[in-house]
């Protein structure tokens, strides 16, 4: 049977749950475990896929084309596990099915009620990913803070599913703050014991309490926390800052957090160092052997959870190059006016991400023409790819008004267009072509060179599409057409014949790159800026 880690956060949002949470997961791996991670999101939005990046961050897409939180972003990067539609749980999601349930008359005429048959649905979703997954331990994140009012059905249902299981099969994990005052000099205790007291109101007394903060915790303030918050010493642990995410498993370690969670769990496992991964990952992160300038082109370049994965997987490719990749965040917005070269002097890669709405379009179109008649690398992926086959149909095919029908329905030439099958949909969630789709490389292409195989698989999230109709006019004037899905006739990859680098995915290779397995399209692509 599987057990569970129960994580909840406390005091503020965004201390960092979804890396705590991803960082248990890597620990307890490490030491021969195999592990599932889980998040449940308490919004009504049955999946954050209709929300706008800005309220929400990156939507992270699973290989069953499930439209995420980001925080299973994290997961994937810090575990081996390949997560799905059921490892994130939202609240809408839940009612969503409670109601549907009702509407069926599958309670025979009982009164449908938070609790029992919300709180219920909940457990069923944690019980199903344990069952399939058939993991040693179950790590589940509750999003939100200790105290939100929609947060309490999933802590009562992991109050719940804890009493069911018992004695060391279940612990609970408070992230919380310990707030340094600085005109006293003091490190406030304060909220953690509020924050705590909240959580025995409801009947869940955490095990062990990840303290997030600046500075070092003493032995004076470790003992004083678990006396008024009711764990030993030893489950209080120091979460201080650290330079990069990725040291956090051996910041947790060093507190011995991973042995404390296995004896409470009563799980025996043999100790194991995180060895490789602090001499691959954190190592090149810390002192790496080069630089190299990067911009990233897009439209919610303020909000650092918009790109999220975008980043990580430059990071990736600059730790397999060992080098650090300095990112410049431009607004396609601002690259829309005047003189196009001050934007980019000291950059040596062009990157277009993802994107919908014609905010800013004309700005990523600029850049991406810069970057081809420059001969700077450049790397476009999904919105990115589009506006890189309408510059290409613009600027070199004379096909001056050359657009995606996103932007202009009625352009003389829809170079990306609907395919018949988005023509019929009314709603806009879960709609769009999602998910992992097969891709076949041609031979000597920039792809083929940084997969080195025929035939990969890699996650899309959009609705438009390269319309085939131009495939011939544009592969005349040198557009290669280094990608496609065989059994749909889908062209997935776009390169330039003659430049340095240039390439253009339609699906999204971000999701896919781990810090010590860089995604081959990013490594290849800091590679090639490197060689600028
Ligand atoms: N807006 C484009 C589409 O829907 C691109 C989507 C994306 O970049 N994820 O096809």
């Not at 880690?5 to 949470?21: M, P, Y």
């Not at 499930?66 to 839940?94: C, P, Q, W």
């Not at 009612?95 to 599958?106: A, F």
């Not at 070199?396 to 050359?402: H, P, R």
Request: proline share 4%; net charge neutral.
């Amino acid at each position: 049977m599987s057990k569970y880690i129960f994580v909840t956060g406390g005091v503020v949002s965004s201390l960092g749950k979804g890396i705590a949470s991803a960082s248990i997961g890597k620990l307890l791996e490490t030491r021969g475990l195999t592990v599932t991670i889980l998040k449940c999101d308490p919004y009504l939005n049955v999946d954050p896929g209709t929300m706008n990046p800005y309220q929400h961050g990156e939507v992270y897409v699973t290989d069953d084309g499930a439209e995420t939180d980001l925080d299973l972003g994290h997961y994937e990067r810090f575990t081996n596990g390949r997560f799905s539609k059921d490892n994130n749980i939202t609240a809408g999601k839940i009612y969503y099915s409670v109601i549907t349930k009702e509407r069926r008359g599958d309670y025979l005429g009982k009164t449908v009620q938070i609790i029992p048959h919300i709180t219920d649905e909940i457990k069923c979703g944690l019980k199903k990913v344990a069952k399939e997954h058939d993991v040693d331990v179950v790590i589940v994140e509750i999003g939100g803070t200790v105290g939100d009012i929609e947060s309490l059905p999933f802590l009562e249902a992991i109050r719940q599913l804890r009493w069911e299981m018992g004695e060391h099969y279940a612990i609970n994990i408070h992230v919380t703050l310990l707030p340094y005052i600085k005109s006293c000099g003091e490190q406030k205790t304060k909220p953690t014991q509020h924050s705590v007291g909240t959580l025995r109101e409801i009947g869940i007394q955490p095990d062990i309490l990840l303290c997030r903060t600046e500075r070092p915790i003493s032995m004076e303030q470790r003992e004083k926390i678990a006396l008024f918050c009711n764990v030993d010493v030893e489950g209080v642990i120091e979460a201080a800052d650290v330079k990069s995410i990725y040291e956090c498993p051996s910041a947790f370690k060093k507190e011995h957090l991973d042995t404390l969670i296995l004896k409470k769990l009563n799980i025996k496992a043999p100790d194991k160092d995180l060895k490789a991964w602090e001499d691959f990952v954190v190592k090149r992160v810390r002192h790496p052997k080069r630089e190299v300038n990067v911009a990233v082109v897009g439209k919610y370049i303020q909000l650092p959870d918009a790109y999220k994965s975008i980043y990580e997987a430059l990071g990736h490719g600059g730790i397999a190059c060992d080098a650090k990749v300095n990112i410049f965040k431009l607004d396609s917005e601002d690259l829309e006016k005047g003189k196009i070269d001050r934007f980019f002097k000291n950059i040596h890669g062009i990157l277009v991400p993802g994107g919908f709405g014609s905010r800013g379009i004309e700005g990523k179109i600029r850049a991406i023409k810069f970057a081809r008649e420059k001969n700077i690398p450049f790397f476009g992926i999904c919105l990115g790819m589009q506006l890189a086959t309408v510059e290409f149909a613009r600027s070199v095919c004379g096909m001056k008004t050359a657009n995606s029908t996103e932007f202009d329905k009625h352009t003389k030439d829809p170079v990306i267009s609907l395919l018949a099958e988005q023509h019929q949909v009314v709603n806009l969630g879960a709609t769009m072509r999602l998910g992992a789709y097969p891709c076949h490389l041609e031979k000597d292409t920039k792809a083929h060179a940084a997969y080195k195989k025929d035939d990969i698989s890699e996650r899309h999230r959009h609705r438009y599409e390269f319309n085939n109709e131009y495939r011939e006019a544009l592969e005349s004037r040198g557009l290669v057409i280094a990608g496609t899905n065989v059994e749909r006739k889908l062209v997935e990859m776009v390169e330039v014949k003659g430049h340095r680098w240039f390439v253009g995915c339609q699906f999204h290779p971000e999701f896919q790159s781990k810090p010590d397995k860089a995604h081959p399209l990013f490594k290849d692509f800091v590679a090639a800026a490197l060689a600028v």
